[in-house]
């Protein structure tokens, strides 16, 4: 079993649309959550960490949820620019561990 | 200093042949770290700095890999006899809280 498990993408939505992405994790240790944005051929760039509370930031919604070792990204209103991979992180003691992407693409 | 700088930004090699890449973290960032990402998969992780000294390496850096970081400032990863299943982007980041990732090294074994 992987450390860090994604819905398998590709996500196809139109824009306007409400997206989430659901991740899990095995290490009930893991101290620090995160999603990061990759898109094609570039490198990962944080998008947001993730607290207990869940926090949001303009159109996105972060929720971890420690007992079910469960962590969730919401998009709301997803823009064409939206269009990229979603990589769940997870930080253990010494490294981040990253889930193998979902991909979302928002077509007009 | 802006982000993290890593060269060259493109190898294609030879197998059998060695190669080197340089990373510049961050310079207020103590800790480096470097994965490798293949295609359709998150990157995966090789090995992590904190200053100078190397804490972790991951099981996926065989002999042939080593990974410095002399004085604690920028770090090297080199390859050795590099094979075709080498080839790989590979990322370095550093951090502070959350990691800032280079535009990595894109490696082609032919």
């Known amino acids: 079993r992987k450390e860090v498990e994604q819905d398998p993408g590709p996500f196809n939505v139109p824009e306007g649309a409400t997206v989430a992405f659901n991740c899990t994790y095995s290490n009930s240790a893991s101290q620090s959550f995160f999603w990061y944005r990759q898109d094609c051929r570039k490198e990962p760039k944080l998008l947001m960490s993730v607290y207990s509370s869940g926090n949001e930031d303009g159109r996105f919604t972060a929720q971890l949820n420690r007992a079910s070792q469960y962590i969730s990204l919401l998009i709301r209103d997803s823009k064409l620019s939206d269009s990229a991979t979603y990589l769940c992180?997870?930080?253990?003691?010494?490294?981040?561990?990253f889930g193998a992407g979902t991909r979302l693409a928002v077509h007009p | 200093d802006t982000g993290v700088s890593q060269n060259p930004r493109h190898k294609i090699t030879k197998r059998g042949q060695n190669v080197t890449f340089r990373c510049d973290p961050i310079?207020?960032?103590?800790?480096l770290y470097w994965y490798r990402q293949t295609l359709g998969q998150g990157p995966e992780f090789l090995t992590y700095f904190q200053n100078e000294a190397q804490l972790e390496k991951s099981r996926l850096l065989s002999d042939r890999f080593s990974a410095e970081r002399p004085k604690g400032s920028f770090s090297t990863l080199e390859i050795q006899r590099t094979e075709q299943g080498d080839s790989a982007m590979y990322l370095c980041a550093s951090s502070l809280e959350a990691s800032t990732f280079g535009s990595g090294t894109r490696l082609t074994v032919v």
């Open positions: 310079s207020e960032h103590n800790r």
């Open positions: 992180v997870v930080r253990g003691y010494n490294k981040l561990i």
